[in-house]
């Protein structure tokens, strides 16, 4: 049971309701960040050429991925397959998946 009006406890208290709000406030502000030039593509492989994948985005676009020894590829796909993938601006592709 906590006593009334004990300096001591309070402060204590307030050092670790501090520390929590710190913490909580670090994980939400890592889970928000997204890294500049970084975004995802999800669509239909229409072609696959070496490295080369010409892919139809659900809204319509067809767009170049290339991927290198740097890609990370969660699973083989092939032609007619959905995907998604995480693709920087120059469409490097980072990691790459099938949709589910």
Avoid: C, F
């Amino acid at each position: 049971m906590r006593s009334i009006n004990n300096p001591a406890e309070d402060s204590e208290q307030q050092a670790a309701n501090e520390r929590a709000d710190s913490l909580s406030g670090a994980l939400s502000k890592k889970e928000d960040t997204t890294p500049v030039g970084v975004h995802t593509v999800q669509g239909e492989v229409l072609r696959i050429e070496h490295y080369n994948y010409l892919v139809r985005t659900y809204i319509g676009d067809v767009i170049h991925l290339y991927l290198d020894d740097h890609s990370q590829v969660i699973w083989s796909v092939w032609p007619g397959d959905r995907i998604v993938a995480m693709v920087d601006d120059l469409g490097h592709v980072l990691m790459i998946q099938p949709d589910q």
